[in-house]
Protein backbone atom coordinates (compact mmCIF):
# COMPACT_ATOMS: atom_id res chain seq x y z
CA UNK A 1 0.00 0.00 0.00
CA UNK A 2 1.41 3.30 -0.96
CA UNK A 3 2.31 5.89 1.24
CA UNK A 4 -1.04 8.27 1.91
CA UNK A 5 0.29 12.36 0.66
CA UNK A 6 -0.04 15.11 3.09
CA UNK A 7 -3.29 16.79 3.07
CA UNK A 8 -2.68 20.60 1.51
CA UNK A 9 -5.05 23.53 1.24
CA UNK A 10 -4.31 22.86 -2.11
CA UNK A 11 -5.85 19.58 -1.98
CA UNK A 12 -8.72 20.91 -0.51
CA UNK A 13 -9.25 23.64 -2.58
CA UNK A 14 -9.17 20.94 -5.30
CA UNK A 15 -11.80 18.49 -4.23
CA UNK A 16 -14.04 21.84 -3.43
CA UNK A 17 -13.62 22.96 -7.44
CA UNK A 18 -14.09 19.08 -8.82
CA UNK A 19 -17.18 18.65 -6.57
CA UNK A 20 -15.81 16.27 -4.55
CA UNK A 21 -17.03 16.10 -1.04
CA UNK A 22 -14.28 16.79 1.57
CA UNK A 23 -14.82 14.52 4.69
CA UNK A 24 -14.16 15.75 8.46
CA UNK A 25 -14.27 14.63 11.29
CA UNK A 26 -13.28 15.55 15.37
CA UNK A 27 -10.90 14.04 16.84
CA UNK A 28 -8.74 13.77 20.30
CA UNK A 29 -6.27 11.46 21.06
CA UNK A 30 -3.40 9.29 19.37
CA UNK A 31 -4.98 5.71 18.76
CA UNK A 32 -8.21 7.37 17.23
CA UNK A 33 -6.33 9.45 14.60
CA UNK A 34 -4.35 6.68 13.95
CA UNK A 35 -7.35 5.20 12.76
CA UNK A 36 -8.59 8.27 11.08
CA UNK A 37 -5.59 8.76 9.17
CA UNK A 38 -5.55 5.50 8.11
CA UNK A 39 -9.13 5.41 6.70
CA UNK A 40 -8.68 8.68 4.79
CA UNK A 41 -10.05 11.54 6.67
CA UNK A 42 -9.09 15.14 4.91
CA UNK A 43 -9.64 17.10 7.95
CA UNK A 44 -9.49 16.68 11.74
CA UNK A 45 -10.60 19.07 14.35
CA UNK A 46 -8.95 19.13 17.55
CA UNK A 47 -12.83 20.84 19.01
CA UNK A 48 -12.52 21.83 22.11
CA UNK A 49 -15.45 19.97 22.81
CA UNK A 50 -13.38 17.67 24.27
CA UNK A 51 -14.50 19.76 27.36
CA UNK A 52 -17.65 17.50 27.17
CA UNK A 53 -16.48 13.97 25.10
CA UNK A 54 -13.05 13.49 26.91
CA UNK A 55 -12.87 15.73 30.01
CA UNK A 56 -16.31 15.20 31.61
CA UNK A 57 -17.10 19.05 31.89
CA UNK A 58 -21.04 19.90 31.04
CA UNK A 59 -19.80 22.51 28.74
CA UNK A 60 -16.84 23.44 26.60
CA UNK A 61 -16.56 26.66 28.78
CA UNK A 62 -13.66 25.45 30.89
CA UNK A 63 -11.38 24.35 28.63
CA UNK A 64 -7.86 26.05 28.53
CA UNK A 65 -5.49 26.09 25.57
CA UNK A 66 -3.02 24.02 27.57
CA UNK A 67 -5.74 21.46 27.51
CA UNK A 68 -6.13 22.11 23.20
CA UNK A 69 -2.72 21.48 23.26
CA UNK A 70 -2.26 18.96 25.00
CA UNK A 71 -4.90 16.54 22.77
CA UNK A 72 -4.15 18.29 19.30
CA UNK A 73 0.04 17.14 19.94
CA UNK A 74 -1.10 13.79 20.13
CA UNK A 75 -3.90 13.48 17.40
CA UNK A 76 -0.95 14.94 14.91
CA UNK A 77 1.32 12.15 15.93
CA UNK A 78 -1.40 10.07 15.09
CA UNK A 79 -2.14 11.44 11.86
CA UNK A 80 0.84 12.92 10.37
CA UNK A 81 -1.22 12.98 6.82
CA UNK A 82 -4.50 15.05 7.73
CA UNK A 83 -5.24 18.61 7.87
CA UNK A 84 -5.54 19.29 11.54
CA UNK A 85 -7.22 22.04 12.57
CA UNK A 86 -6.96 23.09 16.08
CA UNK A 87 -9.45 24.77 18.15
CA UNK A 88 -9.83 28.44 20.00
CA UNK A 89 -11.26 27.60 23.35
CA UNK A 90 -13.07 30.20 25.01
CA UNK A 91 -11.58 33.36 25.70
CA UNK A 92 -8.64 32.82 23.86
CA UNK A 93 -9.52 35.01 20.80
CA UNK A 94 -12.62 37.02 22.02
CA UNK A 95 -10.53 39.99 24.40
CA UNK A 96 -8.27 41.08 21.23
CA UNK A 97 -6.96 41.00 18.22
CA UNK A 98 -3.39 40.32 20.01
CA UNK A 99 -4.72 37.37 21.87
CA UNK A 100 -6.75 35.63 19.00
CA UNK A 101 -3.30 35.89 17.20
CA UNK A 102 -0.95 34.35 20.19
CA UNK A 103 -2.84 31.57 20.77
CA UNK A 104 -3.71 30.70 17.26
CA UNK A 105 0.37 30.62 17.05
CA UNK A 106 0.38 28.43 19.71
CA UNK A 107 -1.33 25.65 18.02
CA UNK A 108 1.16 25.93 15.34
CA UNK A 109 3.87 26.06 16.82
CA UNK A 110 3.13 23.60 19.75
CA UNK A 111 1.42 21.48 17.80
CA UNK A 112 1.62 21.58 14.03
CA UNK A 113 -1.82 22.13 13.34
CA UNK A 114 -2.12 23.69 9.77
CA UNK A 115 -4.99 25.61 10.82
CA UNK A 116 -7.15 26.91 14.14
CA UNK A 117 -11.10 27.63 14.57
CA UNK A 118 -13.11 30.43 15.87
CA UNK A 119 -16.62 30.61 16.53
CA UNK A 120 -18.36 33.94 15.61
CA UNK A 121 -19.58 36.01 12.79
CA UNK A 122 -19.05 39.56 12.15
CA UNK A 123 -18.15 41.07 15.53
CA UNK A 124 -15.02 38.25 14.96
CA UNK A 125 -13.92 39.62 11.47
CA UNK A 126 -11.12 41.55 12.56
CA UNK A 127 -10.03 38.50 14.74
CA UNK A 128 -10.02 36.24 11.73
CA UNK A 129 -8.41 39.22 9.48
CA UNK A 130 -5.48 39.02 12.15
CA UNK A 131 -4.79 35.60 12.39
CA UNK A 132 -4.94 35.15 8.33
CA UNK A 133 -2.31 38.25 7.78
CA UNK A 134 -0.45 36.46 10.47
CA UNK A 135 0.42 33.89 7.95
CA UNK A 136 -1.85 31.06 9.99
CA UNK A 137 -5.21 29.52 7.64
CA UNK A 138 -8.28 30.29 10.02
CA UNK A 139 -12.16 28.51 9.85
CA UNK A 140 -14.90 30.16 10.86
CA UNK A 141 -17.48 28.66 12.93
CA UNK A 142 -21.63 29.51 12.37
CA UNK A 143 -25.18 28.77 13.23
CA UNK A 144 -25.22 26.59 17.15
CA UNK A 145 -21.51 28.25 18.29
CA UNK A 146 -21.21 26.00 21.41
CA UNK A 147 -19.35 28.57 23.54
CA UNK A 148 -22.20 31.22 23.21
CA UNK A 149 -25.04 28.26 23.74
CA UNK A 150 -26.16 30.23 26.60
CA UNK A 151 -26.83 33.04 24.65
CA UNK A 152 -28.17 31.26 21.29
CA UNK A 153 -31.12 29.76 23.81
CA UNK A 154 -29.17 26.37 24.48
CA UNK A 155 -28.21 23.71 21.42
CA UNK A 156 -30.70 24.30 19.29
CA UNK A 157 -31.41 24.78 15.48
CA UNK A 158 -30.63 28.26 14.37
CA UNK A 159 -31.16 30.44 11.64
CA UNK A 160 -35.20 29.22 11.28
CA UNK A 161 -36.35 32.68 11.06
CA UNK A 162 -35.66 34.61 7.36
CA UNK A 163 -34.09 37.37 9.66
CA UNK A 164 -31.99 34.74 11.73
CA UNK A 165 -31.08 33.49 8.59
CA UNK A 166 -30.28 36.55 6.64
CA UNK A 167 -28.15 37.43 9.47
CA UNK A 168 -26.15 33.79 8.97
CA UNK A 169 -25.60 34.24 5.59
CA UNK A 170 -24.23 37.90 6.01
CA UNK A 171 -22.00 36.48 9.18
CA UNK A 172 -20.70 34.04 6.44
CA UNK A 173 -19.56 36.91 3.55
CA UNK A 174 -18.20 38.72 6.13
CA UNK A 175 -15.72 36.26 7.61
CA UNK A 176 -15.14 34.98 3.99
CA UNK A 177 -14.10 38.84 3.39
CA UNK A 178 -12.14 38.93 6.28
CA UNK A 179 -9.84 35.82 5.18
CA UNK A 180 -11.26 32.83 6.47
CA UNK A 181 -9.84 29.61 4.33
CA UNK A 182 -13.35 28.50 5.32
CA UNK A 183 -16.39 28.73 7.25
CA UNK A 184 -18.51 25.53 9.64
CA UNK A 185 -21.93 25.98 9.68
CA UNK A 186 -23.60 23.68 12.51
CA UNK A 187 -27.23 23.31 12.99
CA UNK A 188 -28.45 25.72 10.40
CA UNK A 189 -31.40 25.14 7.65
CA UNK A 190 -30.46 23.36 5.00
CA UNK A 191 -31.74 26.09 2.61
CA UNK A 192 -29.31 28.46 4.68
CA UNK A 193 -26.28 25.91 3.72
CA UNK A 194 -27.32 25.70 0.35
CA UNK A 195 -27.30 29.79 -0.16
CA UNK A 196 -23.84 30.09 1.54
CA UNK A 197 -22.42 27.64 -0.33
CA UNK A 198 -23.51 28.89 -3.78
CA UNK A 199 -22.32 32.80 -2.68
CA UNK A 200 -18.86 31.15 -1.51
CA UNK A 201 -15.78 32.29 -3.73
CA UNK A 202 -12.84 31.44 -2.11
CA UNK A 203 -14.11 29.48 0.91
CA UNK A 204 -15.04 25.89 1.86
CA UNK A 205 -18.06 25.31 3.65
CA UNK A 206 -18.16 22.30 6.00
CA UNK A 207 -21.74 21.35 7.35
CA UNK A 208 -22.46 19.50 10.50
CA UNK A 209 -25.95 19.10 10.69
CA UNK A 210 -26.79 21.80 8.25
CA UNK A 211 -28.10 19.63 5.12
CA UNK A 212 -26.14 17.54 1.65
CA UNK A 213 -25.12 21.22 -0.06
CA UNK A 214 -22.04 22.06 1.51
CA UNK A 215 -18.81 21.20 0.24
CA UNK A 216 -17.80 18.96 3.06
CA UNK A 217 -19.19 16.89 6.01
CA UNK A 218 -18.34 17.30 9.67
CA UNK A 219 -19.58 14.65 12.53
CA UNK A 220 -18.34 14.45 16.18
CA UNK A 221 -16.22 11.11 16.61
CA UNK A 222 -17.93 10.40 19.80
CA UNK A 223 -21.86 10.71 18.31
CA UNK A 224 -21.11 8.49 15.45
CA UNK A 225 -19.81 5.33 17.56
CA UNK A 226 -21.98 6.22 20.54
CA UNK A 227 -19.26 6.90 23.03
CA UNK A 228 -20.63 10.11 24.85
CA UNK A 229 -23.77 7.97 26.58
CA UNK A 230 -24.62 11.94 27.98
CA UNK A 231 -26.28 12.85 24.65
CA UNK A 232 -27.48 11.36 20.97
CA UNK A 233 -27.88 14.38 18.64
CA UNK A 234 -30.14 14.06 15.75
CA UNK A 235 -27.83 15.43 13.49
CA UNK A 236 -25.42 12.29 13.73
CA UNK A 237 -25.74 9.07 12.36
CA UNK A 238 -24.54 6.31 14.65
CA UNK A 239 -22.04 3.90 12.39
CA UNK A 240 -21.55 1.62 14.77
CA UNK A 241 -22.42 0.77 18.74
CA UNK A 242 -18.75 0.74 20.14
CA UNK A 243 -20.12 1.92 23.46
CA UNK A 244 -22.40 -0.90 24.19
CA UNK A 245 -19.94 -2.74 22.80
CA UNK A 246 -17.06 -1.40 24.99
CA UNK A 247 -19.72 -1.90 28.40
CA UNK A 248 -20.08 -5.29 27.27
CA UNK A 249 -16.87 -5.85 27.36
CA UNK A 250 -16.30 -4.32 30.68
CA UNK A 251 -18.86 -6.25 32.45
CA UNK A 252 -17.45 -9.63 30.95
CA UNK A 253 -14.28 -8.73 32.57
CA UNK A 254 -15.69 -7.81 36.07
CA UNK A 255 -17.76 -11.27 35.96
CA UNK A 256 -14.70 -13.05 35.24
CA UNK A 257 -12.46 -11.64 37.24
CA UNK A 258 -15.16 -12.06 39.92
CA UNK A 259 -15.48 -15.97 39.41
CA UNK A 260 -11.52 -16.78 38.62
CA UNK A 261 -12.21 -17.56 34.87
CA UNK A 262 -9.82 -14.76 34.25
CA UNK A 263 -6.77 -14.54 33.90
CA UNK A 264 -5.74 -18.50 32.43
CA UNK A 265 -2.59 -19.53 32.37
CA UNK A 266 -2.16 -18.08 28.62
CA UNK A 267 -2.80 -14.46 30.30
CA UNK A 268 0.35 -14.92 32.93
CA UNK A 269 4.55 -15.79 32.94
CA UNK A 270 6.31 -17.92 34.83
CA UNK A 271 10.24 -18.45 35.63
CA UNK A 272 12.10 -21.58 34.82
CA UNK A 273 11.45 -24.11 37.54
CA UNK A 274 15.50 -24.40 38.57
CA UNK A 275 15.49 -20.55 38.81
CA UNK A 276 12.19 -20.82 40.69
CA UNK A 277 14.06 -23.17 43.43
CA UNK A 278 17.20 -21.01 43.14
CA UNK A 279 15.04 -18.06 44.19
CA UNK A 280 13.91 -20.01 47.14
CA UNK A 281 16.85 -21.05 48.45
CA UNK A 282 18.28 -17.25 48.04
CA UNK A 283 15.12 -16.02 50.66
CA UNK A 284 16.31 -18.63 53.07
CA UNK A 285 19.53 -17.08 53.82
Request: proline share 5%.
Amino acid sequence: MSERKKVSLPTLFTKKASGEPIVMLTCYDYPTASFQDEAGIDIILVGDSLGMTMLGYESTLPVTMDDMIRHAQAVRRGAPHVWLIGDMPYMTYQPSVEDAIRNAGRFMAEAACDAVKLEGGAEMADRVNGIARSGIPVMGHLGLTPQSASALGGFRLQGKSALQAKKIVDDAKALEEAGAFAILLELVPEQVCRVITERAGDCIIIALGSGLHAHGQLLIYHDMFGLYPKFKPRMAKVYADAGNLILDGLKQYVGEVADRTFPQPENWFEMQEDEYEELKKLMEK
